[in-house]
């Protein structure tokens, strides 16, 4: 930008007094395309010494060019063909007072120019006030020709030559990224990449006018060998011709580098005769565009093929994420195809065995239902004979009290025998109550010690070995309770402790009282329990790693917590591999 004023020019004002300034720019040469600027008077001195003044000014290398109009009827005709022009100098007072004025809104209003900078500049400010003006009417600037000199002429011209430049770009931007969503809302309902490419070579000439132009693309294809190669899949203009042609055969050798780069870089070239666009997809490769014209590319051009890209990317993993559903479908298809074929072939089989199950599980019912028929059979058949032995070891108990006391001791192991024995019927009677739901609770007041030492007592008679420690004195005196059934809970207890004490057998049964709960504790110190068994040892039929060797049915403990739950109460365990077990019982005090 430049100017070079005649001398006796430089200091003078255009339309009044000014302060003056001095330029010693040189010029640089007038381009052909200088920048319009209307000038509407109906003074012809104005245009003559508006061009004077500006016939040496510049502004980005462009020198500007006057468009006179004496009136604003003229400026209305002159408007009609030159809708381009950026900034408009408008006198207010021509034909008529307000001439100027009714020229402003014309142009914003009948013409919708709303890019147009326009200057009011009056020589009767009286006639048109700036405050009323400025409010009433869209102008962009409002000057007196006593005030407007050579430079404000200039630095005005400047300021409005840059804010219709900054609209116009806004302009088109705006309409670039409306050419984009119109461009790009059909791709996304594409299901095929190769309507895609075709669509996309058609659609990239729209987003940046690209029309008297060509655009190609290209894909790598297998050429046979296990490589791939450059090849043509869609075109206009001068590249429709080289559709379904290796690229390196067909396209000259500059343009053939530049597509061959794009695939190796994955990275877009714009350029301004040409641009080279690289669309990469995670399971379909890349498709590289080249667009063409005989204009140059602007920046704004490359700015809106990169959002045209970035948008149009997520249409190329739509397809393909289409096209792997598609496989995927007909794979799916064919498997489940494949697949029903085999089901009606094994249906037959299926049934079949279906049947041998159901017929095996009838007999397991029935087996089952004999074998629980034939324990109740037992059980009750064994009680008789045992109480008859039991009475009659009682009267011979009475009998060595007086003639034969040696035999006392035996007589006693004979009892607690039967007694135990009577206690193992009465477990596995109890287990097949709890299993048809019929067992009841008889509740009454027990004594809770005495039933703890007469429990006790048979099993210290007939283990002699084993050390039993009783520590009852703090539980409750009487207990809301089945006493024949607590009396079978703590006789499995007792057992349970018996069996797995191994060596020194020490059995301790203590008992106290918490809060309204009677707690008894069976605590041996026998060959303990591991931590992962312990949540299985009430469930029925269990035996752990420790019960080998070890004489059982696995119902014990799942009976005694069935009791146990039974009467509203809880059991617990603790226990460590080597060093023994407790079992610790919770028993409200009152039902």
Known sequence: MGQDMDEGLDDEPLFGPD??????????????????????DDDPQVHTMTEVLLRDFEFEDRPFEVVSALSAAAARSLLLTRPDIPVALLDVVMETDDAGLRLVRFIREDLNNHRMRIILRTGQPGQAPERDVVVAYDINDYKAKSELTAQRLFTTLVSGLRAWRDIVTIERHRQGLERILAASAPLFETRSMRTLVEELVDQLSKVVDNSGGAVLACRLVDRGDGKTRAAVVAGSGRFARFVGRPAP??????LTAQVIGAFETQQSNFGSARCILAFRTREHGTTVFALERSEPYRE?????????????????????????????????ERRVGERTAELAANQAALVAAKERVERALEAELVAREQQRQFVTMVSHEFRTPLAIIDSAAQMLTLRAERETPDSLERLRVIRSSVQRLTGLIDTHLTDERLQAGTLRVQRAEVDLRTLLRSVTEPFRTAYTGCDFHLDLDRLPSVVMADGHLLGMLFSNLLNNAFKYSDGDCRITVRGETEGGLAVVEVADQGRGIPQHELPLLFERHYRGTGSVGVPGTGIGLHTVRQIILLHGGSISAESTVGQGSV?????????
Do not use: M
């Open 19 to 40: 302060d003056g300034f001095a330029d010693d720019s040189t010029v640089n040469g007038r381009p052909a395309d200088p920048w319009p600027v209307l000038v509407v």
């Open 300 to 332: 704004d051009d490359h700015r809106l093929l990169e959002l045209f890209c970035a948008r149009v990317i997520i249409g190329f993993d739509n397809v393909c994420l289409y096209e792997d559903l598609v496989a995927l479908n007909q794979s799916l």
């Open 249 to 254: 055969d067909t396209l000259e050798p500059d």
């Open 583 to 591: 079992f610790r019982v919770r028993l409200p005090v009152k039902s």
